[in-house]
């Protein structure tokens, strides 16, 4: 899983976005996984989720916690965004403990996420690092955009939609929380921080 791993930004900035993505495998524990999901979705909950959700039914910006559980199905990848490695950790603690048997995937500041897994005494199966971006990196927006962008891995946060919301700010229409919302709404994997995201944006308006 890679599309959560090219998340532009400062060690200052991502110090409080980690995304926990959790699968089952096909032919090895898919069936009636949607009950250990829905475990998992409440051990989100329980530890100050910012966001979450799965692709295929939906994500807490745009459904209900009852809505969003009966949707899943065996076999979804769900997310979790959270501000806080302790959060994460506390988090892979109850699947273990629950013994859910689920392959989760931590993507965040390298350094906070080994120290997580030594406190809890786990090692990492694998681990993968973004090398950046290469090519004509002339052609891209700035680093700003980027960052706010590149927090939906799939691409669905355009640069025009992020100038829209800025423009939209500047001129009172929506907050900081709510561009922040309708940015994330795109983000169909709950993916998007939020909360990081109005820092962001808050940037954009102090600047210009």
């Known amino acids: 899983m890679t599309h959560t791993l090219h998340r532009l930004g400062t060690p200052e900035n991502l110090k409080d976005d980690y995304l926990i993505v959790v699968r089952c495998?096909?032919?090895?524990n898919r069936k009636d996984s949607r009950f250990k999901l829905r475990q998992?979705?409440?051990?989100?909950r329980e530890n100050h989720v910012v966001n979450y959700g799965d692709s295929r039914t939906g994500i807490m910006l745009t459904l209900s916690e009852s809505e969003l559980d009966q949707g899943l199905k065996d076999g979804a990848p769900i997310n979790g965004l959270f501000r806080s490695m302790d959060d994460v950790m506390n988090v892979v603690k109850g699947i273990v403990e629950?013994?859910?048997?689920?392959c989760v995937v931590i993507s965040g500041l390298?350094?906070?996420i080994v120290k997580g897994c030594e406190k809890l005494k786990i090692k990492p199966h694998t681990v993968n690092n973004s090398l950046g971006i290469w090519g004509r990196t002339d052609l891209l927006p700035a680093d700003n955009?980027?960052?706010?962008?590149?927090?939906?891995?799939?691409g669905m946060i355009g640069i025009n939609l992020i100038k829209d919301v800025i423009d939209r700010m500047k001129r009172k229409k929506v907050s900081l929380e709510e561009a922040a919302v309708i940015l994330g709404k795109h983000c169909i994997c709950g993916a998007?921080?939020?909360?990081?995201a109005a820092r962001l944006l808050k940037k954009?308006?102090?600047e210009q």
């Open 25 to 28: 495998e096909k032919g090895i």
């Open 40 to 44: 998992t979705y409440q051990l989100f």
């Open 98 to 102: 629950k013994d859910l048997g689920l």
């Open 110 to 112: 390298y350094g906070e």
């Open 145 to 154: 955009y980027l960052e706010l962008s590149t927090m939906c891995g799939h």
């Open 192 to 196: 998007f921080n939020t909360e990081r």
């Open 204 to 206: 954009f308006v102090m």
